[in-house]
């Protein structure tokens, strides 16, 4: 047997094409990274955040402990969109002026910010994910508003709707570290135009978010199948369409109907409306940016 047949890792002896390991789903095992995960202060934050006894002083303690997410909240805190009458300048007063369900937010947009510095995994897909996840997530909330649903929760579930194409990009590159051959970029594209909704739902399950946010991003391309909270997934959808409308992160579609789409008016979208929002969707999109950025 040839040398480089004994050398050769484990996981490209079991699969030895990368297609079919992401079909077995065996990588949840064998990826040398694992899915993604949440940096342990992250997760911290995240399970406080989710308890409603929570209280500010927990909060604040532990989101300290982190730099760049305390600076993230006071920016935000202080931001056009968040329009405080007064300059913030503590975290504990940021926590009570964005909310608890606003802290998760900001968490997870800065771990998804962060993540996606990462160039040798997400290369030029990166920033504009990052950028299409964060004007997503403010047209949720608008669209949340009219159809009365949570806002806080179609923030949450705009920003990581396609989190699972960041998913399948990073089993790309965790292929070729298991001694894989690199798969070829029109079968990374097959992949995530096939699944990154069904990957993007895996990856919230293992963060431990409740069903109303998963749900949206498992269904957020096909919300009439949502069983448990179609109305939820109705906004992550439009709110999608809407952000691929004006090119948030992604090469914008000016002409993509929306007023005719049967979803857009259960959700009671108006000709109106809709107007008013071409109009500041740009001011919309750089004011989210900077708070985030």
Not at 117 to 135: D, E, K, M, V, W
Not at 181 to 196: F, G, N, S
Request: with cysteine; glycine share 6%.
């Amino acid at each position: 047997m040839p040398s480089s047949t004994l050398a050769k890792p484990k996981l490209a002896q079991q699969h030895p094409t990368w297609s079919g390991w992401v079909d077995s789903c065996d990588w949840v095992k064998t990826s040398p990274t694992g899915t993604l995960t949440l940096p342990a202060n992250a997760s911290e934050i995240m399970i406080l955040a989710l308890d409603p006894d929570v209280s500010v002083t927990q909060l604040a303690r532990v989101t300290s402990r982190d730099q760049v997410l305390a600076a993230r909240m006071l920016r935000l805190a202080n931001s056009a969109y968040c329009a405080p009458l007064q300059e913030i300048t503590t975290i504990s007063e940021a926590v009570v002026r964005l909310g608890t369900a606003s802290v998760r937010n900001v968490v997870l947009a800065t771990c998804m910010a962060s993540r996606l510095q990462s160039g040798n995994t997400y290369g030029a897909h990166g920033r504009g994910l990052a950028a299409h996840g964060i004007g997503t997530a403010f047209l949720a909330q608008l669209v949340a508003r009219v159809a009365i649903v949570n806002q806080e929760e179609a923030f949450l579930y705009g920003l990581v709707h396609d989190m699972g194409k960041l998913l399948v990009l990073q089993l790309s590159k965790d292929y070729v570290r298991g001694g894989g051959k690199a798969p070829a970029d029109d079968a990374v594209q097959a992949v995530i135009e096939a699944r990154h909704a069904e990957f993007g739902g895996r990856v919230l399950r293992e963060w431990r978010l409740p069903s109303v946010i998963e749900d949206p991003v498992i269904y957020h391309h096909r919300p009439d199948e949502c069983r448990s909270h179609p109305l939820e997934a109705a906004v992550c959808y439009l709110a999608d369409r809407l952000s691929h409308r004006y090119g948030f992160g992604c090469k914008a579609m000016p002409d993509l109907p929306v007023l005719d789409d049967p979803i857009a008016v259960r959700l009671g979208i108006t000709e109106a409306w809709l107007q008013d929002l071409d109009t500041r969707a740009p001011e919309l999109f750089k004011s989210a940016a900077d708070a985030f950025a």
